[in-house]
């Protein structure tokens, strides 16, 4: 017999976790979560998933901590309540910027959250833009990596603002982010030279590759306090660009970030994605949020049913783009 889709929301983005539950038409099965008066999470699956390929759809954001505490916690639940098959979406992995050794006796937070997930009993996680591609292989568990590219890119197809694009990367580790979006859009590319456009954006030596005359999209996994891209942002005018639209997958929004990109005229546009919720104070009329519901939705079909994957991995606007 085979085993029914179950799904899950948290308190993080359960906007998003319903919007997923309304393209699958799935319920979500509700979740009693609570706080006791010194913090502590306590939380209870609602209704029998014994047996179930479960989906539980939560972003490690916001209250980053509280978040991951919040998926644990109901992830222990679901493996002592007999749950067929435990599958994460996170589609923002919080401590993903964690990923590495930077100076001595530092920790590698990415690996051991990694660790933690698998050996809680999850069998599959499912996210969107991890930060680094090699991220994938601190788990030994499936992980299928979805792209947000075909979206975003698609917002400037479906307005009629391919031509004269210039794609950018803020810095060096973003360039094959920032070359996908340019093959899809069919636009040359360049990468700035985050060392000079921090400090003096309006060197001709911030800017690698030429903008002149053209409309530039920086092109993001995050935008977290929002000073890299604005101060790429003046580093493109001053080298000639004539607008300048940003596109990020994860709008972590930090402190007055949604406030000083909402009043820098540098910046024509945001284009964001609902990985992360925006709450209601940090709106603005310059950000444009499209959603990652149906694409999770179509993942989480098809990996139920044992179907392939990279199918959604292409641009209808560009399907020869190999997106990796």
């Known amino acids: 017999m085979e ?9 993080t983005n359960n906007v998003l976790a319903k919007s997923v539950a309304e393209e699958l038409n799935i319920p979500l099965t509700p979740v009693d979560i609570q706080r ?6 306590y939380e209870r699956v609602q209704e029998s998933i014994r047996g179930d390929d479960v989906y539980v759809i939560a972003p490690i954001a916001e209250e980053v901590n509280d978040s991951f505490m919040e998926i ?30 930077a100076k001595s006796r530092e920790p590698i937070t990415a690996k051991m959250v990694a660790s933690l997930i698998e050996m809680n ?16 292989g601190f788990f030994d568990i499936p992980v299928d990596h979805l792209k947000a590219a075909p979206l975003l890119t698609d917002y400037f197809y479906s307005r009629k603002l391919t031509d004269d694009l210039v794609i950018v990367s803020p810095d060096h580790t973003g360039a094959g982010r920032a070359r996908t979006f340019a093959d899809i859009l ?18 001709k030596d911030a800017i690698v590759g030429d903008v002149k005359g053209r409309r530039a999209v920086i092109v993001d996994d995050i935008v977290d306090t929002g000073y890299r891209v604005q101060m790429t942002a003046r580093a493109l ?18 402190g007055d970030a949604a406030q000083n990109l909402d009043v820098d005229d540098n910046i024509e546009r945001y284009i964001f994605t609902d990985t992360i919720d925006i709450p209601e104070e ?25 179907n392939r994957i990279d199918v959604l991995l292409r641009s209808s606007n560009n399907p020869d783009v190999n997106i990796y």
């Open 121 to 136: 009993g999850v069998d599959r996680v499912v996210s969107i833009d991890l930060h680094a591609q090699q991220l994938q």
């Open 3 to 11: 085993s029914q889709i179950t799904l899950l929301g948290l308190s």
């Open 282 to 306: 940090k709106q603005s009329a310059k950000f444009t949020v499209l959603s990652v519901a149906p694409l999770l939705a179509e993942a989480i079909q098809r990996i139920h049913d044992n």
């Open 237 to 254: 005018l001053a080298n000639g660009a004539t607008e300048v639209y940003v596109a990020a997958t994860h709008p972590v929004l930090s």
């Open 36 to 41: 006791f008066a010194d913090g502590e999470i």
């Open 186 to 203: 069919k636009s040359p590319w360049g990468i700035v030279n985050d060392n000079v456009a921090m400090t003096n954006p309006e060197s």
């Open 72 to 101: 644990m916690i109901v992830v222990d639940a679901l493996r002592r309540s007999s749950a067929g098959q435990i599958n994460l979406v996170i589609p923002y992995m919080g401590y993903a910027r964690q990923d590495r050794k």
